[in-house]
């Protein structure tokens, strides 16, 4: 029943269960699990600012390559439906505006 592996607490070099998500635990040792020699600047990730901004923009150019441009078409489709939904939510917020406006007028009672 029990599938969980029982670590000794006393002793260091023992086996370290190692969860991978799931719900079985698996053990590694620490010799496998890391290495006695240092890691190098590249091997821990730290890059100075314009390794950083290097790359940012290698990863920009890659995800532009990926998109699926609209032709001239559906451009201007897509323009002309924009267009008109501003101006008919721009009909609606100016309406409002007058109608609240002239009620304030009359509720308080502006100079007419």
């Known amino acids: ?6 670590d000794d607490a006393d002793d260091e070099d023992a086996d370290e269960p190692v969860s991978r998500g799931g719900t079985a635990t698996q053990t590694r040792t620490k010799a496998d699990s890391a290495d006695s020699r240092p890691k190098t600047r ?3 990730g730290r890059v100075g600012i314009f ?4 790359r940012f923009v290698r990863e920009v ?13 559906e451009l201007l489709t897509y323009t002309a439906v924009v267009v008109v939904f ?3 939510v721009l009909t609606i917020v100016a309406g ?3 109608a ?3 009620g304030v007028l009359w509720v308080f009672g502006g100079s007419s």
């Open 51 to 54: 390794g950083r901004v290097a």
């Open 61 to 73: 150019v890659a995800e532009l390559r990926k998109v699926i441009w609209p032709t001239r078409k």
């Open 96 to 98: 409002l505006d007058l």
């Open 42 to 44: 590249t091997e821990t």
């Open 86 to 88: 501003l101006v008919v």
């Open 1 to 6: 029943m029990d599938d969980v592996v029982d």
């Open 100 to 102: 609240f406006a002239r």
